[in-house]
T-cell receptor, first 113, second 115 residues
Protein backbone atom coordinates (compact mmCIF):
# COMPACT_ATOMS: atom_id res chain seq x y z
CA UNK A 1 0.00 0.00 0.00
CA UNK A 2 1.31 3.42 -0.98
CA UNK A 3 1.75 5.44 2.16
CA UNK A 4 3.66 7.91 4.27
CA UNK A 5 4.50 6.53 7.69
CA UNK A 6 5.20 8.78 10.63
CA UNK A 7 6.39 7.69 14.04
CA UNK A 8 5.50 8.13 16.78
CA UNK A 9 1.81 9.06 16.62
CA UNK A 10 1.90 10.61 20.06
CA UNK A 11 4.83 11.95 22.05
CA UNK A 12 5.11 13.78 25.35
CA UNK A 13 8.55 15.10 26.18
CA UNK A 14 10.27 17.62 28.40
CA UNK A 15 11.81 20.92 27.41
CA UNK A 16 15.32 20.55 26.03
CA UNK A 17 15.32 16.82 25.41
CA UNK A 18 16.29 16.15 21.80
CA UNK A 19 13.80 14.16 19.77
CA UNK A 20 13.32 12.89 16.24
CA UNK A 21 10.06 12.27 14.42
CA UNK A 22 10.54 9.84 11.58
CA UNK A 23 8.86 9.96 8.19
CA UNK A 24 9.15 7.32 5.51
CA UNK A 25 7.41 6.95 2.13
CA UNK A 26 7.28 3.94 -0.17
CA UNK A 27 6.24 5.70 -3.40
CA UNK A 28 9.68 6.81 -4.62
CA UNK A 29 8.55 10.44 -4.35
CA UNK A 30 11.18 13.10 -4.84
CA UNK A 31 9.47 15.81 -2.80
CA UNK A 32 8.91 15.57 0.93
CA UNK A 33 7.78 18.18 3.42
CA UNK A 34 6.96 18.78 7.06
CA UNK A 35 4.03 20.85 8.30
CA UNK A 36 2.82 21.82 11.72
CA UNK A 37 -0.83 22.43 12.52
CA UNK A 38 -1.94 24.89 15.17
CA UNK A 39 -5.47 26.08 16.04
CA UNK A 40 -6.56 29.05 13.96
CA UNK A 41 -3.44 28.90 11.80
CA UNK A 42 -4.04 25.88 9.63
CA UNK A 43 -0.95 23.99 8.51
CA UNK A 44 2.33 25.77 7.99
CA UNK A 45 5.37 24.39 6.22
CA UNK A 46 8.49 23.82 8.33
CA UNK A 47 10.96 22.35 5.83
CA UNK A 48 10.86 20.67 2.49
CA UNK A 49 13.15 18.56 0.35
CA UNK A 50 13.28 18.30 -3.41
CA UNK A 51 15.42 15.17 -3.37
CA UNK A 52 18.29 13.49 -1.55
CA UNK A 53 20.64 16.03 0.07
CA UNK A 54 18.41 18.91 -1.09
CA UNK A 55 16.49 20.58 1.74
CA UNK A 56 15.23 24.09 2.29
CA UNK A 57 13.38 26.14 4.86
CA UNK A 58 9.65 26.65 4.81
CA UNK A 59 7.72 29.32 6.65
CA UNK A 60 8.45 28.28 10.25
CA UNK A 61 11.86 26.53 10.37
CA UNK A 62 13.14 27.94 13.67
CA UNK A 63 13.93 25.24 16.19
CA UNK A 64 13.82 22.39 13.68
CA UNK A 65 16.29 20.46 11.58
CA UNK A 66 15.80 17.92 8.83
CA UNK A 67 17.95 15.61 6.77
CA UNK A 68 17.44 13.70 3.53
CA UNK A 69 20.12 11.06 3.22
CA UNK A 70 17.85 8.55 1.55
CA UNK A 71 15.00 9.20 -0.82
CA UNK A 72 12.41 7.44 1.31
CA UNK A 73 13.21 9.05 4.69
CA UNK A 74 12.83 12.61 5.90
CA UNK A 75 13.21 12.86 9.68
CA UNK A 76 12.29 15.98 11.65
CA UNK A 77 14.70 16.78 14.45
CA UNK A 78 14.02 19.01 17.44
CA UNK A 79 17.40 19.60 19.06
CA UNK A 80 16.03 21.42 22.10
CA UNK A 81 12.24 21.29 22.14
CA UNK A 82 10.30 24.09 23.78
CA UNK A 83 6.63 24.29 24.80
CA UNK A 84 5.83 26.47 21.76
CA UNK A 85 6.65 23.47 19.59
CA UNK A 86 3.68 21.61 21.03
CA UNK A 87 1.68 20.92 17.89
CA UNK A 88 0.35 18.37 15.44
CA UNK A 89 2.95 17.52 12.81
CA UNK A 90 2.40 16.12 9.35
CA UNK A 91 4.84 14.72 6.85
CA UNK A 92 3.85 14.77 3.17
CA UNK A 93 5.32 13.56 -0.09
CA UNK A 94 4.59 13.85 -3.81
CA UNK A 95 6.19 13.50 -7.21
CA UNK A 96 8.04 16.61 -8.32
CA UNK A 97 7.11 16.45 -11.97
CA UNK A 98 3.54 16.75 -13.11
CA UNK A 99 0.39 17.74 -11.37
CA UNK A 100 0.38 15.14 -8.66
CA UNK A 101 -1.29 15.37 -5.33
CA UNK A 102 0.24 15.07 -1.90
CA UNK A 103 0.21 12.01 0.32
CA UNK A 104 0.12 12.88 4.00
CA UNK A 105 1.18 10.82 6.97
CA UNK A 106 -1.22 10.19 9.84
CA UNK A 107 0.27 12.93 11.99
CA UNK A 108 2.35 13.13 15.16
CA UNK A 109 0.89 14.89 18.16
CA UNK A 110 3.78 16.33 20.14
CA UNK A 111 3.48 17.83 23.61
CA UNK A 112 6.48 19.56 25.17
CA UNK A 113 6.16 20.23 28.91
CA UNK B 1 2.66 36.03 -1.64
CA UNK B 2 -0.06 33.45 -1.57
CA UNK B 3 -2.88 33.54 0.91
CA UNK B 4 -5.94 31.42 1.63
CA UNK B 5 -8.80 32.74 3.73
CA UNK B 6 -11.45 30.58 5.29
CA UNK B 7 -13.50 33.17 7.13
CA UNK B 8 -15.86 30.70 8.80
CA UNK B 9 -14.30 29.31 11.95
CA UNK B 10 -17.14 26.97 12.80
CA UNK B 11 -20.43 26.01 11.20
CA UNK B 12 -23.09 24.05 13.06
CA UNK B 13 -25.93 22.37 11.20
CA UNK B 14 -28.57 19.79 11.84
CA UNK B 15 -28.36 16.57 9.91
CA UNK B 16 -29.73 16.76 6.34
CA UNK B 17 -29.11 20.46 6.05
CA UNK B 18 -26.80 21.72 3.34
CA UNK B 19 -23.61 23.49 4.36
CA UNK B 20 -21.31 25.67 2.26
CA UNK B 21 -17.71 26.35 3.20
CA UNK B 22 -16.12 29.46 1.78
CA UNK B 23 -12.55 29.66 0.50
CA UNK B 24 -11.02 32.81 -0.95
CA UNK B 25 -7.47 32.81 -2.23
CA UNK B 26 -4.85 35.31 -3.34
CA UNK B 27 -2.05 34.60 -5.79
CA UNK B 28 -0.14 36.35 -8.55
CA UNK B 29 0.44 33.12 -10.43
CA UNK B 30 -1.63 32.38 -13.50
CA UNK B 31 -1.15 28.66 -13.00
CA UNK B 32 -2.00 27.27 -9.60
CA UNK B 33 -3.72 24.38 -7.90
CA UNK B 34 -6.48 24.39 -5.30
CA UNK B 35 -7.22 21.63 -2.83
CA UNK B 36 -9.72 20.68 -0.18
CA UNK B 37 -8.85 18.34 2.68
CA UNK B 38 -11.01 16.87 5.43
CA UNK B 39 -9.65 16.27 8.92
CA UNK B 40 -11.97 14.04 10.96
CA UNK B 41 -11.65 13.83 14.76
CA UNK B 42 -9.09 11.03 14.35
CA UNK B 43 -6.71 13.67 12.99
CA UNK B 44 -5.56 12.42 9.61
CA UNK B 45 -5.87 14.53 6.48
CA UNK B 46 -8.17 13.14 3.84
CA UNK B 47 -7.77 14.45 0.30
CA UNK B 48 -11.07 15.54 -1.27
CA UNK B 49 -10.30 17.39 -4.49
CA UNK B 50 -7.62 19.10 -6.57
CA UNK B 51 -8.52 21.73 -9.14
CA UNK B 52 -6.21 23.37 -11.70
CA UNK B 53 -6.52 27.10 -12.32
CA UNK B 54 -7.27 26.58 -16.00
CA UNK B 55 -10.18 24.25 -15.32
CA UNK B 56 -13.15 26.22 -14.02
CA UNK B 57 -15.66 23.43 -14.33
CA UNK B 58 -17.58 22.83 -11.17
CA UNK B 59 -17.42 19.33 -9.82
CA UNK B 60 -19.81 17.07 -8.00
CA UNK B 61 -18.88 13.92 -6.16
CA UNK B 62 -21.80 12.32 -4.38
CA UNK B 63 -22.99 14.77 -1.74
CA UNK B 64 -19.95 17.00 -2.25
CA UNK B 65 -19.74 19.77 -4.80
CA UNK B 66 -17.23 22.51 -5.52
CA UNK B 67 -17.76 25.90 -7.10
CA UNK B 68 -14.58 27.40 -8.58
CA UNK B 69 -14.83 31.04 -9.66
CA UNK B 70 -11.62 32.70 -10.83
CA UNK B 71 -13.37 36.06 -11.17
CA UNK B 72 -13.87 36.21 -7.41
CA UNK B 73 -10.86 34.03 -6.47
CA UNK B 74 -13.10 31.61 -4.65
CA UNK B 75 -13.27 27.84 -4.40
CA UNK B 76 -16.29 27.05 -2.26
CA UNK B 77 -17.31 23.62 -1.04
CA UNK B 78 -20.87 22.45 -0.42
CA UNK B 79 -22.00 19.38 1.45
CA UNK B 80 -25.55 18.46 0.52
CA UNK B 81 -27.81 16.68 3.00
CA UNK B 82 -25.14 16.66 5.70
CA UNK B 83 -24.56 13.63 7.88
CA UNK B 84 -22.97 13.23 11.31
CA UNK B 85 -19.94 11.64 9.63
CA UNK B 86 -19.30 14.95 7.88
CA UNK B 87 -18.32 16.48 11.23
CA UNK B 88 -14.70 17.46 10.74
CA UNK B 89 -12.34 20.33 10.08
CA UNK B 90 -12.10 21.21 6.41
CA UNK B 91 -9.05 22.90 4.93
CA UNK B 92 -8.72 24.74 1.66
CA UNK B 93 -5.18 24.97 0.25
CA UNK B 94 -3.35 26.57 -2.65
CA UNK B 95 -0.12 25.69 -4.46
CA UNK B 96 1.70 27.65 -7.13
CA UNK B 97 3.21 26.29 -10.35
CA UNK B 98 6.71 25.62 -9.08
CA UNK B 99 7.70 22.03 -8.45
CA UNK B 100 9.03 23.01 -5.02
CA UNK B 101 5.92 24.97 -4.16
CA UNK B 102 4.37 24.47 -0.77
CA UNK B 103 0.75 24.00 0.05
CA UNK B 104 -0.60 27.23 1.54
CA UNK B 105 -3.43 26.28 3.86
CA UNK B 106 -6.33 28.27 5.17
CA UNK B 107 -7.10 28.24 8.89
CA UNK B 108 -9.77 25.61 8.46
CA UNK B 109 -13.51 25.48 9.12
CA UNK B 110 -14.93 23.22 11.81
CA UNK B 111 -18.20 21.63 10.70
CA UNK B 112 -20.42 20.20 13.41
CA UNK B 113 -23.38 18.13 12.28
CA UNK B 114 -25.86 17.20 14.98
CA UNK B 115 -28.52 14.50 14.63
Amino acid sequence: EAQVTQNPRYLITVTGKKLTVTCSQNMNHEYMSWYRQDPGLGLRQIYYSMNVEATDKGDVPEGYKVSRKEKRNFPLILESPSPNQTSLYFCASRRTAGNYGYTFGSGTRLTVV
Amino acid sequence: AQKVTQAQTEISVVEKEDVTLDCVYETRDTTYYLFWYKQPPSGELVFLIRRNSFDEQNEISGRYSWNFQKSTSSFNFTITASQVVDSAVYFCALRGPDSWGKLQFGAGTQVVVTP
